[in-house]
């Protein structure tokens, strides 16, 4: 009923009213007009009467005051928006016509754009596009052009820098070369080698310049040489020659340039040889009267043959292991008849180019030398320059003796004498080394072994045996002699003249206790040989033993029962001479000791006086290891002697033929081997034992002698 109602006031209201029937018959106000005819159905005539018009008021008021806030708020939108709708209303004709004037020149646009593409085409060939196309490629390489640019920048630098890094200069070098190699044609590739080429032209400068420095040693010359091997194939007047040629040429660079070494300090002395050359004239003028001797030129001599020991001797043996081999000499055969072989090698004319240096010297100064003393020390000084140089295979000690002028007054025996004291001199210095080297030799050994405690106690048992059952023997023997010699009156000393003493034992002649010690020693020393055969061989490293009884066992099988008496002839012809000669200095010492400790105002001087017993310790410890460091000394040859033939019966027959081995083969300092070790442990050991052994003594006769006191006061 609604629906019907509304088309019927709308019917009526558009044929009164000249409303748009869009506005009409719109959806949402059709809507709105059919829910508000529903609302009026629903209400009865009473409320349509009295409360619908002031609803009606009510709802007009609202919506008049939410069109008024609307405005207020929104007041200049809406300006805005009915100016711009005036500029747009303006604007259209505008747009319009440059529509039109657009549309017109869209054909002249696409004609000039079919003009440029057919120009710039990719398929054509066009300088504009590809010098664009450079700049691009510059453009994206700039940092690796940059790079390449700065080669020759960082190659003086690794060149200048301090310490020259000549090592990342040759990198960078080999770099620059193939990079050279690999873009031939590009300019800045060109320019940047052509100033690698000056910088390594001063980097072989440096290097030539850093072989004659004075102080070079051999490590610096081989990174030289080394470093000039890489740089001397890139030289343009070397890069096709053979690997030989430039060993070759390197090696005679080097000898160059220590020869302008050579020359340039022995040139320093060139006020010493101003010195030299005065005196030289004055020896030579006729009209001088006064006489130099030759002092100045002796200085510059001695000086001159120093200088030219040491730099020949470091020359030559740089240059052998620098050059060990040339090419010319290994790996190549030649034809016999080709006129054009290579020359030798440079070494072997070298030294001789040195020699007649220091020969031309010595002819023109040495004669100048007349004090004797002077010229054997000149002479002397200079074979050994010549040994140095033997060394190396440059000995030129036979060319001395050409030294000298036919007005030269020289004894012949001049150079003879001078050779003997120079093999004498060398001959000893070769005994110690040779010393030294056995030292060493037998520390290494020891280090070496498994066991290095074992190793240092080796034999220990033997000896422990031969010490303690020898040392009872020896003394108790000793003792016996003693007590038979003194009660046989015969050599022994006078009460009267008996001074202080330190021990309670016998005092005799001096001539008793050599004969004493001497017997005592020989009779424990036949004894006690076996044992010392055993240890001597045991703790040697020429046999390896494993045991004392297998030690014994070859002994017995090799030699019979004589090998367990080797070396008694020695034995005894050392160790009497060395306990008569320690008896003799121990009882000696211990009289003069006790005398320093005696009281000086003594009621008896003509008495006997006994020290305290502090006292007697110490001076026969003293008196021990002073005379056994002096008989030590005395009987080392002996015993040297007795070792070798203990320890190789087959080359040491007996004592004069191994006494005559010895000092014919190792010279007279093999009789003295292990003197000093000997001395400390001997002086130390007896006098450990003779101390000992006077104590016990002592503390016997003491308790004995009141033994037998008491025994006598209990007899009736």
Known sequence: ???????????????????????????????????????????????????????????????????????????????????????????????????????????KLESEALRFSTIYSKSRDNEDLAERKRALLLLRNVERLVDVLELPTLLSSAINTVPANYASALDLNAHIRRLHGLYSSSPLVDLVSQQADEAIVKMTADLIAALKSPGLKLAASLRTISWLRRVLPDMSSMSSTSRGSQEHTLSLLFLCCRVATLDATLGALQPLRELADDERQRQLSANQQSWSGGQQTEKYLKRYVEIFREQSFSVVSMFKSIFPSTGYQ??????????????????????????????????????????????????????????????????????????????????????????????????????????????????????????????????????????????????????????????????????????AHSSSLPTLTPSANLVAGAVART??????????????????????????????????????PRGFFAGFGATAVRDAPYAGMYVLFYELLKKQLSSLSTRKDSPNPNRPVAITTSHATLVNFSSAVMAGGACSVISNPFDAIKTRIQLQPAVYRNMYQACQKMISEEGVRSLMDGVALRMSRKAMSSALAWTVYEELMRRAERTWSSNLTTTTTAEP
């Open 523 to 560: 009779f424990a020393g036949f004894v006690l040989m076996p044992l010392t055969v055993i240890k001597v061989r045991y703790e040697s490293n020429l046999y390896s033993y494993k045991s004392l009884l297998g030690a014994s066992s070859d002994i017995y099988r090799t030699n019979g």
């Open 1 to 107: 009923m609604a629906d019907v109602l509304l088309d019927l006031l709308d019917a009526r209201q558009s044929t009164s009213l000249d409303t748009d029937a869009n506005a009409l018959f719109n959806p949402t106000t059709r809507s709105t007009k059919l829910a508000y005819l529903s609302h009026l159905a629903d209400q009865s005539p009473e409320a349509l009467a009295s409360t619908e018009p002031q609803s009606l008021a009510q709802t007009s008021h609202s919506l008049l005051l939410s069109l008024q806030g609307v405005s207020k708020r929104s007041h200049k939108s809406i300006i805005d928006s009915a100016s711009n709708h005036t500029g747009l209303t303006r604007a259209l004709p505008t747009l319009v016509a440059d529509t039109a004037d657009l549309r017109n020149a869209i054909p």
């Open 330 to 499: 290994t790996g190549t055969t030649y034809d016999d008849e080709d006129p054009f072989r290579p020359m030798p090698s440079t070494l072997s004319t070298f030294p001789l180019h040195l020699v007649e240096m220091l020969l031309e010297t010595l002819t023109i100064y040495l004669p100048v030398v007349k004090d004797q003393a002077a010229r054997d020390s000149i002479l002397t000084q200079v074979l050994y320059c010549s040994g140095s140089l033997g060394r190396l295979g440059g000995d030129f000690g036979m060319l001395l003796a050409t030294l000298g002028d036919e007005h030269e007054v020289t004894k012949q025996s001049e150079w003879v004498d001078i050779v003997k004291k120079h093999r004498l001199l060398s001959g000893r210095l070769e005994s110690v080394i040779g010393d030294f080297k056995a030292t060493g030799a037998k520390e290494a050994e020891v280090a070496a072994a498994p066991n290095k405690i074992q190793t240092l106690w080796r034999g220990t048992i033997p000896s422990a045996l031969r010490t303690g059952f020898g040392s009872a023997l020896y003394f108790t023997s000793l003792n016996s002699i003693r007590q038979h010699v003194a009660q046989s009156r015969l050599l022994s000393q006078a009460a009267g003249n008996r001074a």
